[in-house]
C-alpha cells in the first residue's frame, strides 16, 4: 500500500462529520455525556445524563447544582463518546479505538419553569415509553428543585472510526495478532427493589429497556 | 422513614470520597476518561484514554494535537464516569444512576522525550501484559510523533451511588415497579484481521482483555 492509497483508507475509516443526522445519531445512542465549562477561567467536566428533542440537547440536575449554575447563559463544551472496540495493530503506534464521538459547543440556557415538566417527562418517555402515566405524579416544588439546562445545536461535529487496525505495509508479513476487541455497554436484567409490593411484574419498558434510543 | 433516617440512608448509597485508594479503584475500572481544558477562556472536553502509574494519570495522543498542545502546563480536568444501572423509582424525580466517578484537577505537565517509551510501554502492558514484546518494536518518530500528557493525583475526589431507589415514604405503598436495570460494558470475542497471517491464534493477552485494572 502507498502512503497515499493508506491515507485514503484511513479516511474511510475514520471520519469527521459536521451534518446534522450524525450528530444526532451519536446524542441519541447513549444517555451518558460530559459537559465542560469554566468558572473563574478554570476547565470543569462533569458528567451527567442528556437527551436530544429535534435539535436541542437538554441535561438536568439539582436546582442547587453549583454546575448547573455556572453553566447557565455561559459557554459550555458538550461531549458524548461510544467505544466500540480496541483496536489491535501490529505495532504500539498504530493501535487504535473504534468509536463514535460528538462534541457540541455553545452557550447553554435554563428551560423555563413553565417548560420544565414538559421536558422531564419527555426524558422519561425517551426512555421508558409509558412510564410517566403509571408513576407518581411530580409535585410542585420537585419541578423547582430541578433546573434543566438547553443547548441549541449550531456549533457541532461528529467523528467516529471503525474498522480493522491500518499498520505500516511492512508490518502485515509480522506474525502479530491484529484485529478488534469489540466493547459493547449491556443492559442486565432488572434488579427489583425489594421494597416493591408483592407480585408487581417488571413492566415492559423495564424489561425492553435500551439507552440506544437511535433503534426507537 | 424520617427525613433524617431517609438523609442517612441516602448518604450510605451515595458518598464522597478523597482518600487515594477510592480514586485509584475508578481509574483503573475504566481507559475512558474526559480531559476539560480551555482555549481563549473558552472550555473544550475532548474524550481520550488515559493510565495511571503511581499517584500520576496520563494520556496521550498525536503531537500535532492541538488539545494536547493546549493543556501542556495548563490546568485541566479529568473526568472518568462508570454507570453501573438506572435507578427506577416511583416518582420520576427519585429516579438516579449507580455510578462511580472520580474528578481531577491540576496543571498537566508533558512527559520528557526520554520517559516517553517507558510510559507508552507501560500502558500497553497494563492493558494487555506481554504485547510489548511481541509488536514491532517503536521506531524514534513514532516517540517523536506522540506526545504524553501526565497529571499528578493531588486535588481529586470520587463519588459513587450504588443500591435500590431512595423514595418517599408514602410512595413505597404505590403499585409502581422499582429498582435497579444494571449496565455494564463487556468485552467482545476478538475480530482477526483479516489480513492477519494464516493460523496466527489470538494470544492469551487478547482472549483474556479487561479493561478493568482494579482485577489485574
Redesign the interface.
Known sequence: MTPTERTRLRREHQRGSYDPQSIYDILDATT?C?????ID???????T?HWREGNHVYWHGSSASRMLRKATDA?????V?I?D??V?A????H?S?N?R?A?L?GRAFKVPEEEKAAR??AF?EH??PGR?E??????PQ?IK??TILGLEITEASAKARSG??I??DA???????????????????????????PD????DH?IN?T?DRTSQ
Open positions: 451518558q460530559s459537559v465542560g465549562y469554566t477561567g478554570k476547565p470543569y467536566v462533569t458528567p445524563f459557554e459550555v463544551c458538550l461531549s463518546q467505544i472496540g480496541y489491535m501490529r505495532s504500539a503506534f493501535h479505538a468509536y464521538s462534541t459547543f422531564l417527562d422519561v426512555l421508558w410517566t403509571v408513576l407518581r405524579p411530580m409535585q420537585e428543585a430541578t480493522p487496525p499498520d505500516d508490518d502485515y508479513g509480522l506474525p502479530i495478532w491484529a484485529g478488534i476487541i469489540p466493547m459493547t455497554q449491556v443492559v442486565g436484567a432488572p434488579i427489583a427493589d425489594p421494597r416493591n409490593l408487581l411484574a417488571a413492566p423495564i429497556f439507552p
